[in-house]
């Protein structure tokens, strides 16, 4: 079956910096997406990753592992305001189309 | 420019009423996926659009539930006899890719979604 898995629940330091995990057990494997979900808000794309590495954005930066099955994002000099959660998704193949796994998320809070 | 709008925003419902849900995508976006968000949940595919091939219909939960898309335009969501369980946040996305190729062309853009209330 497909599978993500994703921390619950994250508490952090206002500047600090903090790793959010995110492991996969999926089929077809073609890419993994973070988004960001403010409360009562729709998800909004972060970073997309489809080969091994790091990709940076800014605060945010995004690690892959495929052989591993494994990503991580992380978030630099944190503020109030990424208080969020943090969705995991990979993108799978679907027959002859392409669908994503969502993770249930990872609810960050910021603390002052 | 635009970005998926969907509508209503709210709708309160009676236990086996049916309900339809609308979903404008970004314009030129070949993609567009339904999903459910039930409270403090984690987001559930219920079906996707791929320009004129037939939708991946593989999420959704009963045969209550029916989608529809003219081209590349817009998308409804009908849900028959609703049922208190199917209270929940319906979020619509749209990418400008949804098939074989790669790239961050299929970052999903996602609508303000409708909030389903049913009594």
């Known amino acids: 079956g497909q599978n993500i898995d994703q921390p619950t629940e994250m508490t952090a330091t206002e500047g600090a910096i903090v790793q959010i995990n995110c492991t996969y057990q999926?089929?077809?494997?073609?890419?993994l997406f973070w988004y960001q979900q403010h409360a009562g808000e729709a998800p909004t794309f972060l970073s997309y990753?489809?080969l091994d590495g790091l990709e940076e954005k800014g605060r945010f930066s995004s690690f892959l592992s495929r052989s591993k099955g494994y990503s991580y994002l992380l978030l630099k000099e944190l503020q109030m305001k990424d208080s969020a959660s943090y969705l995991c998704?990979?993108?799978?193949?679907?027959?002859?189309?392409?669908?994503?796994?969502w993770g249930l998320g990872t609810s960050l809070a910021v603390n002052p | 420019g635009a970005g998926v709008s969907q509508s209503p925003s709210n709708k309160v419902t009676e236990k086996g009423k049916d309900v339809e849900l609308r979903c404008d995508p970004i314009?030129?976006?070949?993609?567009l996926y339904w999903y459910r968000q039930r409270l403090g949940q984690g987001l559930e595919f219920l079906i996707y659009?791929?320009?004129?091939?037939?939708?991946?219909k593989s999420g959704l939960p009963s045969d209550r539930f029916s989608a529809e898309r003219t081209g590349e335009s817009v998308s409804t969501l009908t849900i028959q006899r609703t049922q208190q369980e199917d209270s929940a946040v319906y979020l619509c996305?749209?990418?400008?890719?949804?098939?074989?190729?790669?790239?961050?062309?299929?970052?999903?853009?996602f609508g303000p979604g409708t909030r389903l209330t049913v009594t």
């Open positions: 996305a749209s990418s400008l890719r949804g098939g074989l190729a790669g790239g961050s062309a299929y970052e999903q853009y």
């Open positions: 314009s030129g976006h070949t993609a």
């Open positions: 659009f791929q320009g004129n091939s037939a939708p991946d």
């Open positions: 999926t089929s077809g494997f073609n890419g």
């Open positions: 990753n489809v």
């Open positions: 998704a990979v993108r799978v193949n679907a027959g002859n189309n392409r669908k994503l796994i």
